[in-house]
């Protein structure tokens, strides 16, 4: 490659956005010429924006809220995978042509695979809580690693229940009240929703019902430890956080901008800890 390579994440706001540190750590790391820098794009720039990586302005970059639907019918292409999802967080700029995928699906999978590896193992029922952009994506990836069925919870029941019928015969939607009666056959339990950020909690979620052999894993990662974890830990269940969710998905979007298929080391985990909130008290 012999330009310097640029690439962006775009958001509105997007000044608390960790993939410039991610992105930029790697970049030293492999001695790569090339940029990553976070840029503020309000929803009425989104087509301008597209519109210049698509005349070469940059390499590529990711996209965060509020633009993950709505960049979708700005690109020229859109792999199977995000159409599924229904979002696109990472775009690729080829040959005048903007190409868009969703690497969410990859960060949860390679994150539990490196934290517990064998997780999906016989895994026969999981409940995943949350109905909102991220839960779409982690729908698909259990799915494709053959979970038989999958209980998604939300808030706003009818949102799970849309959602479940959407994502096909081995999802059903419910609400959170049901966790207690689904609990005794999940072998993993996945928080999408918000809840758990700056330490939020959910009123009643009895992890007790889990069996003693489920992994927990929150997606939420300001606090790492969240009040979800922490209760787990507590129940002796295996759990996982969601920091290294964060750091597997920005993996595909840097080796296609920079040539490079980049490692997630303890030493990024680390940088990127190091700018997080301390974990809740519990
Ligand atoms: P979203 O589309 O806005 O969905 C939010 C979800 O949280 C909905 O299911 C919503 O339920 C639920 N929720 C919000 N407030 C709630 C409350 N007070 N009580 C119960 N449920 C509540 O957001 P998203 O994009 O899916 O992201 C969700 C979380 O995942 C965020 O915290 C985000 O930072 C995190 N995330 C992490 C990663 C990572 O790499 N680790 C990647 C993506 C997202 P209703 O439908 O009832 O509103």
Same mark, same amino acid.
């Given at each position: 490659?012999?330009?310097?390579?640029?690439?962006?994440?775009?958001?509105?706001?997007?000044?608390?956005?960790?993939?410039?540190?991610?992105?930029?750590?790697? =970049?030293?790391?492999?001695?790569?010429?090339?940029?990553? #820098?976070?840029?503020?794009?309000?929803?009425?720039?989104?087509? #301008?924006? %597209?519109?210049?990586?698509?005349?070469?302005?940059?390499?590529?970059? +990711? %996209?965060?809220?509020?633009?993950?639907?709505?960049?979708?019918?700005?690109?020229?292409?859109?792999?199977?995978?995000? !159409?599924?999802?229904?979002?696109?967080?990472?775009?690729?700029? +080829?040959?005048?042509?903007?190409?868009?995928? +969703?690497?969410?699906?990859?960060?949860?999978?390679?994150?539990?695979?490196?934290?517990?590896?064998?997780?999906?193992?016989?895994?026969? #029922?999981?409940?995943?809580?949350?109905?909102?952009?991220?839960?779409?994506?982690?729908?698909?990836?259990?799915?494709?690693?053959? %979970?038989?069925?999958?209980?998604?919870? +939300?808030?706003?029941?009818?949102?799970?229940?849309?959602?479940? !019928?959407?994502?096909?015969?081995?999802?059903?939607?419910?609400?959170?009240?049901?966790?207690?009666?689904?609990?005794?056959?999940?072998?993993? =339990?996945?928080?999408?929703?918000?809840?758990?950020?700056?330490?939020?909690?959910?009123?009643?979620?009895?992890?007790?019902?889990?069996?003693?052999?489920?992994? %927990?894993?929150?997606?939420?990662?300001?606090?790492?430890?969240?009040? =979800?974890?922490?209760?787990?830990? #507590?129940?002796?269940?295996?759990?996982?956080?969601?920091?290294?969710?964060?750091?597997?998905?920005?993996?595909?979007?840097?080796?296609?901008?920079?040539?490079? !298929?980049?490692?997630?080391?303890?030493?990024?985990?680390?940088?990127?800890?190091?700018?997080?909130?301390?974990?809740?008290?519990?």
């Amino acid at each position: 490659m012999s330009a310097t390579r640029k690439a962006f994440v775009i958001g509105h706001p997007i000044a608390h956005s960790r993939s410039p540190l991610i992105h930029g750590t790697w =970049l030293k790391a492999y001695g790569i010429d090339g940029s990553y #820098e976070a840029i503020d794009v309000a929803p009425g720039e989104l087509p #301008e924006f %597209v519109a210049a990586l698509r005349a070469g302005a940059f390499a590529g970059g +990711n %996209v965060t809220i509020p633009h993950k639907e709505a960049v979708f019918a700005l690109c020229d292409d859109v792999d199977p995978l995000a !159409r599924r999802i229904g979002a696109v967080n990472t775009l690729v700029a +080829n040959d005048g042509r903007v190409w868009g995928t +969703n690497t969410d699906y990859l960060g949860f999978l390679g994150n539990l695979d490196q934290e517990a590896s064998g997780w999906d193992d016989g895994l026969d #029922e999981a409940i995943v809580i949350g109905a909102g952009g991220a839960a779409r994506a982690i729908l698909v990836a259990l799915a494709e690693r053959g %979970v038989n069925h999958i209980a998604v919870l +939300n808030r706003t029941a009818d949102k799970a229940a849309a959602l479940a !019928r959407e994502m096909g015969p081995q999802f059903s939607g419910h609400s959170l009240a049901e966790f207690a009666a689904l609990a005794p056959r999940a072998g993993l =339990l996945v928080n999408t929703s918000s809840i758990g950020m700056h330490g939020t909690r959910f009123d009643d979620l009895p992890l007790a019902g889990l069996p003693k052999t489920a992994l %927990v894993t929150d997606i939420v990662y300001t606090p790492l430890l969240t009040p =979800l974890l922490a209760e787990a830990r #507590e129940a002796g269940l295996r759990s996982v956080d969601g920091l290294g969710m964060l750091l597997h998905q920005a993996v595909p979007g840097f080796e296609a901008w920079f040539g490079r !298929r980049p490692e997630v080391t303890p030493m990024l985990r680390a940088a990127v800890e190091a700018t997080l909130e301390p974990s809740s008290e519990h």
